[in-house]
Nanobody
Framework: QVQLVESGGGLVQAGGSLRLSCAAS????????MAWYRQPPGKQRELVAD???????DYAWFVKGRFTISRDNAKRTVYLQMNSLKAEDTAVYSC???????????????WGQGTQVTVSS
């Protein structure tokens, strides 16, 4: 009923930049918090950054000052601008959104398919 489609991942050298995008579609009444998570190889999934429907943001300490999360509510899209990338940023990055859909009484979590980010040093 809801799809989150991610794009922008790829291979980049240390110190470089990438911009991830995630667009939501479906029978959506509203979207609450949107977020980016990542899962490095062999590790647990961790929160990178989140953004409320009103635009308030929060970041994990390990990306503070390097990454910027933003959203375009008209496009139902969340972005993650990643600068000064490090080898340890290598991970599968996944988009999250809390979505209230048509015909439902409460919002539910939805996830994108994930996009690979590889940083070489």
């Amino acid at each position: 009923q809801v799809q989150l489609v991610e794009s922008g991942g790829g291979l980049v050298q240390a110190g470089g930049s990438l911009r991830l995008s995630c667009a939501a579609s479906g029978s959506i009444l509203s979207i609450n918090t949107m977020a980016w998570y990542r899962q490095p190889p062999g590790k647990q999934r961790e929160l990178v950054a989140d953004i409320t429907s009103g635009g308030s943001t929060d970041y994990a300490w390990f990306v503070k000052g390097r990454f910027t999360i933003s959203r375009d509510n008209a496009k139902r899209t969340v972005y993650l601008q990643m600068n000064s990338l490090k080898a340890e940023d290598t991970a599968v990055y996944s988009c999250y959104a809390g979505v209230l859909v048509a015909g439902k009484s409460y919002s539910r979590p939805y996830w994108g398919q994930g996009t690979q980010v590889t940083v070489s040093s």
